[in-house]
């Protein structure tokens, strides 16, 4: 198994267009995990999938966000209307299910809207 | 949730001890201690973490004090790989999704 990976690892868009991204977790992890992070900060909490089924969303995640899981493997991150507040490194991690369940962290996407 | 409290930034010398100072004032009797790093251009990773007792694993030690207000995260040599952002967090046993708050982390540089 080769960890958590997302794609693309980078992505230069223009204001107002639409960018995916995508997360392939480690295989037999049933819950995966959405963060968002800005120069300097810590990761930020977004979203969270338990196999298919989305059990909870952050406030950050605005209406112009959608995340999807729909066969409780890969997930997808869509930001729609991109604004330039978006730029951001966009992590997805996994983990089994457990109280103190390790999370596995991908290398992140990194969005810059222009 | 229970807040953390960490040094923005600390330095080290090549193959000396660090300890990472972590306090938790407000940690709740069910609050789990985790402790994650992350390197350079790269995801978060676990580090270690600890309920009460001292916890010691292949990459690290952690010493939690009596009281549970604050713990230590323990590299017993530095290496120039350990230079990363250290972040420690209270994640309760009810948290039924496993999130993780992060908060600001300790930045650690390891001088040669």
């Known amino acids: 198994d080769t960890g958590v990976s997302q794609d693309p690892r980078h992505k230069i868009t223009k204001r107002g267009q639409n960018v995916t991204f995508r997360c392939d977790p480690i295989?037999?992890?049933?819950?995966l995990y959405w963060y968002r992070q800005t120069l300097g900060q810590g990761p930020e909490f977004l979203t969270y999938?338990?196999?298919?089924?989305?059990?909870?969303k952050s406030r950050l995640l605005s209406d112009r966000f959608s995340a999807e899981r729909p066969k409780g493997s890969f997930s997808t991150l869509e930001i729609q209307r991109t604004e330039q507040g978006d730029s951001a490194m966009y992590l997805c991690?996994?983990?089994?299910?457990?109280?103190?369940?390790?999370?596995?962290f991908g290398e992140g996407s990194r969005l810059t809207v222009l | 949730d229970a807040k953390t409290t960490q040094p923005n930034s600390m330095e080290s010398n090549e193959e000396e001890p660090v300890h990472l100072p972590c306090n938790h004032s407000t940690i709740s009797g069910t609050d789990y201690i985790h402790w994650y790093r992350q390197l350079p251009s790269q995801g978060p990773e676990y580090v270690i973490h600890g309920l009460t007792s001292n916890v010691n694993n292949r990459m690290a030690s952690l010493a939690i004090a009596e009281d549970r207000k604050s713990s230590t995260l323990i590299l017993h040599r530095a290496t120039l790989r350990d230079a990363a952002v250290y972040y420690c967090?209270?994640?309760?046993?009810?948290?039924?999704?496993?999130?993780?708050?992060f908060g600001g982390g300790t930045r650690l540089m390891v001088k040669p």
């Open positions: 967090i209270l994640r309760p046993l009810n948290n039924a999704g496993n999130m993780l708050t």
């Open positions: 295989s037999e992890h049933n819950r």
């Open positions: 999938f338990q196999n298919e089924a989305q059990l909870e």
């Open positions: 991690a996994s983990s089994s299910q457990g109280a103190t369940g390790e999370l596995f």
